[in-house]
């Protein structure tokens, strides 16, 4: 039995939780949504560490045997001390969805898009040069897109116009692989398709962190019994926003979901 935790700033994480669960069914989660804190995107490192050192180790606390960092903000800034500061196993989604493009480009010219924190933070950038450094990176920020998904605005003829707006100079370089870098765009990957061209290859950094995360669990003899695991959703703010947008992430309704007060300097 494997007790797993997953946070984020707020709901997007759920794209994350979505891929976990179905990779591991019988894990036990435990899914912390920083609501009352969100946007992380907008925010600084140091301000998005702390806030990430305060719940992973409130995750841990709590008895999870690895955490999640669901969102891709917390992970360009975070990672490294997060993983010095906790004693369990910690995943993040950059890397992941980093090696993916790589794997993935034939032209050797990737996008990023997400936050313009994850995109300042230049984490994708130097995970796909690290691996490979013949490699193009072209990154843009995506701002409007995290209210857009959680209007719920998906296939939206405004949800087009701010995609190729914000896209089109990924195409204008070129790029045949494209990093969806932040936790909502998997939502939006049929209008970013319809934009980029079908032959332009989007990885899910949600999904191959679930493949990652499952691989580490296997190798290192973490049973997953296969049983159906139990799910806890914790925010820290009231909870009707984040079931109700929430529902448009998974397409059902979230059970479980419970406000919590992380003690402020908390670490
Ligand atoms: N979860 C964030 C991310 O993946 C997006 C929302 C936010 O800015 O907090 O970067």
Request: aromatic content about 8%.
């Amino acid at each position: 039995m494997i007790k797993l935790g997953i946070f984020d700033s707020g709901v997007g994480g759920l794209t994350v939780y979505k891929k976990v669960r179905q990779a591991l069914p019988g894990a036990d989660i435990h899914y912390f949504g920083d609501t009352a804190r969100v946007p992380y995107g907008t925010k600084s490192a140091e301000t998005v560490t702390q806030y990430s050192i305060q719940i992973g180790t409130y995750l841990q606390a709590s008895g999870v045997d690895a955490v999640v960092i669901a969102c891709n903000t917390a992970s360009a800034y975070a990672i490294d001390v997060l993983r010095s500061v906790l004693p369990i196993p910690v995943f993040g989604v950059v890397l992941p969805g980093a090696a993916a493009a790589v794997r993935s480009t034939s032209n050797g010219i990737i996008g990023v898009i997400g936050t313009r924190g994850t995109v300042a933070s230049g984490a994708y950038q130097r995970a796909i040069t690290e691996l490979d450094p013949d490699m193009k990176v072209v990154a843009a920020h995506c701002p409007l897109f995290v209210p857009l998904v959680e209007e719920g605005w998906l296939l939206d003829p405004i949800t087009q116009e701010v995609a190729i707006r914000y896209l089109e100079s990924l195409m204008e370089e070129g790029v045949d692989t494209l990093v969806l870098g932040c936790t909502h765009y998997p939502m939006l990957k049929e209008v970013i398709s319809m934009v980029m061209g079908h032959e332009v290859t989007l990885i899910d950094s949600a999904e191959e962190t679930a493949v990652k995360l499952k691989e580490y669990l296997d190798d290192n003899g973490f049973v997953d019994e296969a049983a159906s695991g139990t799910d806890l959703f914790e925010v820290t703010d009231l909870p009707q926003r984040f079931q109700d947008v929430g529902q448009v992430f998974l397409g059902r309704k979230l059970e479980n979901v419970q406000q919590v007060t992380i003690v402020e300097g908390e670490e």
